[in-house]
């Protein structure tokens, strides 16, 4: 019965033995190791590279609301031409292929026709025969001071005279349509062949002709666009049309690019459409590779902006249902090792627009002096949540 009661007894005593032993180390090692704030992440020089930490400056930003929509990329009236024969005439030559480039005044194809020759005949006849009334008209008019000629016969004169100026003005005015220029036309120079030339400079949208082809005043031969200038055609809903105004910046994405492109609203609709859509126009400044008109677009309008305190959206991490950021706190030495120390600073979040969100920041806290972690933030919450683990 005494060797029965010895056994468990001399158990229990080394059990608790080794639990005072444990219980002392680990007494030993807290009175020996820095107890850190709460709000204190502390990192190795070589943790904080891994962690990829970078901090920033809590900046004053435009925030607001945003409003997306579609369009399509347009461009103005004057930067798109159309061009086309006001005589018609066969199609001589032509070297030009879409997606060319073109300057203003460059040919764009050679065209025959008849009636050129007949305007420019009738011109150079009208304008002897001008030459030969004026002089007609001076001469009756000096005689009829004279008493030498009647007030009849002057009259007749004067009426060929001015009958026969209008036919060249007109006359002038058909050559200068199809191209040729009156001033430089003399009887050695008529020709069956005059030239098309471009009204704009830049690109070659449509080629509508070939060789040997007859065209009509009404067809339309060539398209030129010039892509310096373009601007979007965005459609609103009804209920948006008090969030737009001109002046409001927009960022646009065409073919499901990730680049951005800028644009600025500059004329908004005045009427409502019967789909209940409005219309909003913004001209695109400078020139963007790769936006050509015609292209279909998805835009985001910041709407009534307003600045408040924004930090990049990454810097603010989320825990047990808390927002916080971290803010470089000091650097120290231990052991010679360098660590730092970074502290975790409660905010609560606002809205959130183009990668920052509004930071609403505790009373006394000086933001301008701040350094906060805008990059690994997420990787020193992880280190917060890890750190203190201990085992025996």
Do not use: W
């Amino acid at each position: 019965m005494t060797k029965y009661n010895f056994i468990p007894a001399f158990i229990i005593s080394v059990f608790l033995l080794a639990l005072v032993s444990c219980s002392g180390g680990k007494t030993n090692e807290t009175e020996e190791e820095e107890v850190l704030p709460e709000d204190i992440v502390e990192l190795r020089d070589d943790q904080q590279k891994l962690a990829n930490i970078e901090t920033g400056a809590i900046e004053t930003r435009s925030l607001s609301g945003t409003l997306k929509v579609s369009g399509i990329v347009a461009v103005a009236p004057q930067n798109f031409a159309t061009v086309c024969m006001p005589m018609g005439g066969f199609v001589k030559s032509t070297l030009l292929m879409p997606g060319n480039a073109v300057s203003k005044g460059q040919t764009l194809a050679i065209l025959e026709n008849q009636d050129f020759v007949d305007i420019q005949q009738n011109y150079l006849e009208a304008k002897n025969k001008l030459e030969y009334a004026a002089a007609e008209y001076k001469r009756h008019t000096e005689l009829y001071k004279e008493d030498v000629y009647s007030q009849k016969n002057v009259q007749q004169v004067a009426s060929d005279y001015k009958n026969l100026k209008a036919q060249v003005k007109a006359l002038e005015q058909k050559l200068a349509l199809i191209g040729i220029n009156p001033a430089n036309l003399h009887e050695d120079d008529i020709s069956s062949s005059v030239a098309l030339v471009s009204p704009i400079s830049g690109y070659v949208k449509t080629v509508n002709v070939n060789i040997g082809r007859f065209v009509s005043p009404s067809d339309i031969l060539f398209e030129i666009v010039n892509s310096d200038k373009l601007f979007l055609e965005l459609t609103l809903f009804e209920k948006d049309a008090a969030n737009v105004s001109v002046g409001q910046k927009i960022r646009f994405f065409i073919n499901n690019e990730t680049e951005q492109h800028e644009a600025v609203i500059y004329q908004t609709g005045k009427s409502i459409n019967t789909d209940k859509t409005y219309k909003v126009y913004a001209s695109v400044p400078g020139v963007c590779k790769n936006v050509l008109p015609g292209m279909y677009v998805n835009a985001i309008i910041e709407a009534a902006s307003n600045k408040v305190t924004a930090l990049p959206s990454d810097a603010v991490v989320s825990f047990e249902d808390k927002d916080y950021i971290f803010v470089f706190d000091k650097t120290k030495e231990e052991d010679g090792k360098p660590f730092t120390e970074y502290r975790m600073i409660q905010v609560h979040k606002g809205v959130s627009d183009g990668g920052y969100t509004e930071i609403i920041l505790p009373e006394g806290f000086d933001s301008n002096a701040a350094k906060v972690v805008v990059k690994g933030a997420y990787n020193l919450l992880s280190a917060k949540k890890n750190a203190g683990e201990m085992a025996c």
